[in-house]
């Protein structure tokens, strides 16, 4: 198989063809470390790279293979993830100036499942500052660039992922997402990125935002592609029933708050996607949200205050090392009185039990849009009166920051493109621990559409 | 909310004195995001609440 053809298989295939024989782990290694190095590096989505432990380790994965021995489900598949993932005596530098020379003392739990998988690490891919920004923003070590379209945001914070995944550099990627940082990226670079249930996957081991909201997730391709990642890291089975389709199931559409900035090419994707899922059996209703400004001012005084708790000695010791936009994300954390914090904590379950009354009801899922905006240009994000900047980026998260405090299951879903040519997505949303439902939605969704095929030119596989 | 009072509280406090000085464009935002919490937990958080009582909520919700 050719270089090309490798890199464009997706996660289940290309693991199926390393344990069939069709293509060994040295070879699936050497292209994404190569594509890694080559496209990764124009794109500004790589960290770091390990080469040598890398091919090390898919050698070791081919002998393995040729004993006959047993092999796990992701057996000598290379993947790369977000910098903020440990492996014990390792780097991690968390996209910042300040942790550049962290080595982690320990591996996370997420990180060892994928090992025992037989996953194969090739390194660490790019983020935003302290995984602090929807759009991917680093100023220390640079944006990185949406495949789609370079002059634009590839979504953050797990920006290097989004990249990684789409430009066809590695077939999947953990991240992070606190307020939107899988969904983002997801959606701006056209791929799942799927939020679990708080607590579903173990953080031990992932730098921390706001331990409240923080959940670990996959960036693939496919739904199939996540499902598999998703029961590697949750240690639960997700692929079981994955292909038995939707027919009957009750999808619910908010609208109110969720249809306040959508821009009419966004809106018009949406509604192709609701009757594609129609078309599959889905039954949708409409629904309406509660006041989604107190669940985002919940997340925001959340997300502060523990931010500026683990922070806060470093904005008093090197205020410096911080971009300002960060900084400016921070800070707010350092102002509230701790009752409001823990009545914020205490609200939790019975504001959750009303989103989810309100905007799902009776239905198994809500569809929502992902990002209300087309995807923005890095210059709109960084550049002018920053009011306007904090505008657009407030519009980023306009539909997927509440759904943190919420500790809900979401998941980005590609279904377009606007006439810019960026990625358009749409956003499910299930009760705790649905993730098999939202999964098998998508994968019947995906079944009966394209845009999980389509490559960027930058991922240069013709 | 005073934005002096505010300032005490990032250079006091927190003892973070260049936080503080930046003080002012965190002010609007704080205020607000605290007056609706404080609304809303006076109207509606039980008294017997409590802040781990979500993830005693989602273990309930974990039927897998």
Known sequence: MQAAEIAALDLGALAKAIADGEVT???ATTVALDRLAGIGHKLNAVVRLDDARALNAAAAADKRRASGAALPPLHGVPLAHKDLFYRAGDLSGGGSKIRENFRAEVTSTAIARLDAAGALDLGRLQLAEFAMSPTGYNESLGHARNPWNPAHVPGGSSSGSGVAVAARLVT?????????????????????????????????????????????GPLTRTAKDAAIILSVIAARDYLTGIDAGIAGLRIAVPGGYYRELLHTEIAAALHEAIRTLTSLGATISETAPPDMAL??????LVMSVE???IHRSWL???????????????????YYPATRYVEALSLRAQLTEAWVASCIGDADLALLPAIS???????????????????????????TRGINYLGLPGASVPSGFDSAGLPIAFQLI????????????????????????????????? | MSEDLLRQVAAELNQAPDAARRTARAAALVTDVNARIAVEAARAMPFDSSPYAYQAWLAKADRS
């Not at chain 1, 701006?188 to 990125?193: K, P, S, T």
């Not at chain 1, 010791?317 to 800070?331: F, H, K, L, N």
């Not at chain 1, 210059?379 to 505008?391: K, L, N, Q």
């Open chain 1, 172 to 216: 999947a990627s953990l991240g992070t997402d606190t307020g939107g940082s899988l969904r983002h990226p997801g959606a701006m670079c056209g791929l799942i990125g799927l939020k679990p249930t708080w607590g579903l996957v173990p953080t031990d081991g992932v730098m921390p935002l706001s331990a409240s909201l923080d959940c670990s």
């Open chain 1, 373 to 399: 905006i087309p995807v923005p240009t890095i210059a709109a994000t960084t550049e002018g009166d920053p009011a306007d900047v904090a505008r657009v980026i407030g519009q980023l998260t306009h539909c």
């Open chain 1, 316 to 334: 008093i010791e090197r205020p410096q090392d911080y971009a300002d936009q960060v900084r400016a994300r921070i800070e707010p954390g350092l």
């Open chain 1, 295 to 300: 669940i985002n001012a919940l997340m925001q």
């Open chain 1, 307 to 309: 931010a500026a708790t």
């Open chain 1, 430 to 462: 299930g009760r705790p621990y649905s993730e098999a439902i939202m999964l098998r939605t998508a994968h019947a969704y995906q079944g009966a559409t394209d845009w999980h095929h389509r490559a960027p030119a930058a991922a240069e596989l013709h």
């Open chain 1, 25 to 27: 782990s040295v070879q």
